[in-house]
């Protein structure tokens, strides 16, 4: 696949060449208009574009009046931003007191998410241990139990082993007189 070559820039005529604010300010004293130095400041009704619409933008082109409008309003908008206002700052503190709170809100909803895991896996791990301990617990139970029985048992034994060594003493002896007699 062949891609296709670039055009090469074609001259254009020095008519249709683009017209730079530097051009602008070159052109004809007569044409020129002084802006104050407070233009765009909203706080002086006489400085507002439309005060001078009159004898400017009626002799430039809509592309030349797109970029003046846009550098007026850049202008307007410095001269807006440009000046502190003490309400306007401290609604500027507020929002960063604010964000700051914030911040500090999710780090410890993230340090309670933490310690809200760590609680429960301390009662997993106890739960499992309280497990064992009842499973012990209850082996304890049956172990006892079982003593018990190999007690009771034990004493019948004992006490069966006791009638069995009297029955047998009763024996010797008989054996002992049919003997001796």
Do not use: C
Request: overall charge negative; cysteine-free; hydrophobic content about 30%.
């Amino acid at each position: 696949m062949k891609r296709a070559a670039p055009e090469e820039p074609q001259d254009k005529n020095p008519e249709e060449a683009e017209v730079t604010s530097n051009d602008k300010a070159e052109a004809s004293a007569k044409d020129a208009v002084g802006f104050p130095t407070n233009f765009g400041d909203p706080s002086n009704l006489f400085s507002t574009p439309k005060a001078y619409s009159h004898k400017f933008f009626n002799k430039l082109t809509e592309m030349e009046k797109w970029d003046l409008e846009q550098d007026l309003l850049n202008s307007m908008l410095n001269n807006a931003w440009g000046k502190a206002d003490v309400e306007s700052s401290e609604i500027q503190n507020h929002k960063k007191e604010i964000g700051e709170f914030l911040d500090q809100l999710l780090v410890k909803r993230k340090e309670s998410k933490d310690k809200i895991a760590d609680v429960e896996r301390q009662l997993a791990e106890a739960q499992g241990a309280s497990s064992s301990l009842a499973t012990a617990s209850s082996e304890l139970e049956n172990m006892r139990s079982s003593y018990k029985d190999l007690e009771t048992k034990l004493t019948e034994a004992e006490e069966k082993r006791e009638f069995a060594e009297k029955q047998l003493a009763e024996k010797k002896s008989e054996l002992i007189r049919e003997n001796a007699d």
